[in-house]
Structure formats: structure tokens, C-alpha cells
């Protein structure tokens, strides 16, 4: 089931990414801290776009420097802890083991 689970989750964040990469990472803008933060949070969904060959960024070239590289280092470790928060989540079955005092 987990397995199904990040496979969903993974076709979701490469159509989310595609979807939101044009407008998040626009040549005509100087990225600053709030950008950093969104392309950091995104850099992770840029993975399954990655894995199926289509060539898309995690980084944007013109930014403010380190305001922006600050911004994005959060964005990333804010979506680490997203993902993996719930990706290793525990289930009600092994609550309930564990509860009991037995192996799973």
C-alpha cells in the first residue's frame, strides 16, 4: 500500500511541478527570500520530472544572493519535514502493536 502511495504521490508532485514551473521560475524576476523559499520547497517535486527525462530547474540564476539562498535552504528543509513527516508517519496497526507490547 505504501508503495501505491508514493507512486501517486510522486505522478501528483511531477504534474504540480510542471504545472507551477513557469510561473515560479519567471527569467523576468530577481528572486528574493519568498522565491527561495517556494523554488526550495518545489526543488523536491522536480524529481519524478527529472526521472522520466524532462530537463526542468531547481535554481534560479538571477536572486538577491543570500537572502534568496537562505529562502530556499528553508523551503527545502520545510518540505523534508512535510514529506517525510508524513511519509513515515505511523499506521493505526503498528499504534496498536506497539500499544500491546508485540512485534508487527
Excluded at 526521472?51 to 538577491?64: C, E, H, Q, R, S
Amino acid at each position: 500500500m505504501k508503495v501505491v502511495s508514493l507512486i501517486v504521490s510522486a505522478l501528483v508532485l511531477g504534474w504540480g511541478y510542471a504545472w507551477a514551473e513557469p510561473k515560479c521560475y519567471r527569467a523576468d524576476t530577481t528572486a528574493g527570500f519568498r522565491f527561495g523559499m517556494v523554488h526550495g520547497a518545489l526543488m523536491p517535486a522536480a524529481l519524478p520530472c527529472l526521472l522520466v527525462g524532462k530537463d526542468v530547474p531547481i535554481f534560479t540564476a538571477n536572486n538577491t544572493g543570500r537572502t534568496y539562498k537562505l529562502g530556499y535552504v528553508l523551503g527545502i528543509n520545510f518540505c523534508g519535514v512535510v514529506f517525510f513527516g508524513l511519509a513515515f508517519r505511523p499506521t493505526r496497526r503498528s499504534e496498536r502493536v506497539a500499544e500491546a507490547g508485540g512485534e508487527p
